[in-house]
T-cell receptor, first 117, second 117 residues
Framework: AQTVTQSQPEMSVQEAETVTLSCTYD???????LFWYKQPPSRQMILVIR??????QNATENRFSVNFQKAAKSFSLKISDSQLGDTAMYFC??????????????FGEGTQLTVNP | GAVVSQHPSRVICKSGTSVKIECRSL??????MFWYRQFPKQSLMLMAT?????????EQGVEKDKFLINHASLTLSTLTVTSAHPEDSSFYIC?????????????FGSGTRLTVV
């Protein structure tokens, strides 16, 4: 079974600064997907960024980028120019494509990020 | 973009009664629906996976007779909490995926806060 670990329960950053959230995972699979989701106080889950394991290039989405180290099984999220609206719980998630079971997501424990003015 | 409508957003019920939560995919066909439970400041715990037209697959430790899942159409899945007790109080979230969408996108509902008194 796959496991996802986020070792930082809480983090804080000053507005406009850069912060990095850590995530490690354990799997014997070679083909998989990794995700970062954001859950603000509204509790709506929002996709931040996605990485396909077969791609060596790190994914980026505006102020959000990842550092994907496949050999080390590490998938960190960097948020640049942090904004107050980035305050949320961030979840790292792993997915192995499966034809029969619908490709479930395995979530980490989450990191509560607070952006201070 | 893809939208999943989840209702109700909040529900309070008396102990011993049943509560139904609905999730509808508004602009795509949800071939697979996932149901999660989330306790405060914790991660999402997968309860069950359902594919349209077939019985749901429950995770270990989840009582299938207590948490009834119906996925009778490609746009609607329901979770019924039967004979609810205070310990069932939690935040329930659905997530839908379409087999047609090749980017393995998951769309989440906005969640239902269930309080059993």
């Amino acid at each position: 079974a796959q496991t996802v670990t986020q070792s930082q329960p809480e983090m804080s950053v000053q507005e406009a600064e850069t912060v990095t959230l850590s995530c490690t995972y354990d799997t014997s699979e070679s083909n998989y997907y990794l995700f970062w989701y954001k859950q603000p106080p509204s509790r709506q889950m929002i996709l931040v960024i996605r990485q396909e394991a077969y791609k060596q290039q790190n994914a980026t989405e505006n102020r959000f980028s990842v550092n994907f180290q496949k050999a080390a099984k590490s998938f960190s999220l960097k948020i640049s120019d942090s904004q107050l609206g980035d305050t949320a719980m961030y979840f790292c998630a792993f997915m192995k494509p499966e034809e029969t079971s619908g490709s479930r997501l395995t979530f980490g424990e989450g990191t509560q990020l607070t952006v201070n003015p | 973009g893809a939208v999943v409508s989840q209702h109700p957003s909040r529900v309070i019920c008396k102990s011993g009664t049943s509560v139904k939560i609905e999730c509808r995919s508004l602009d795509f066909q949800a071939t697979t629906m996932f149901w999660y439970r989330q306790f405060p400041k914790q991660s999402l715990m997968l309860m069950a996976t359902s594919n349209e037209g077939s019985k749901a697959t429950y995770e270990q430790g989840v009582e299938k007779d207590k948490f009834l899942i119906n996925h009778a159409s490609l746009t609607l899945s329901t979770l019924t909490v039967t004979s609810a007790h205070p310990e069932d109080s939690s935040f329930y979230i659905c997530s839908a995926r379409s087999s047609i969408r090749t980017n393995y996108g998951y769309t989440f509902g906005s969640g239902t806060r269930l309080t059993v008194v």
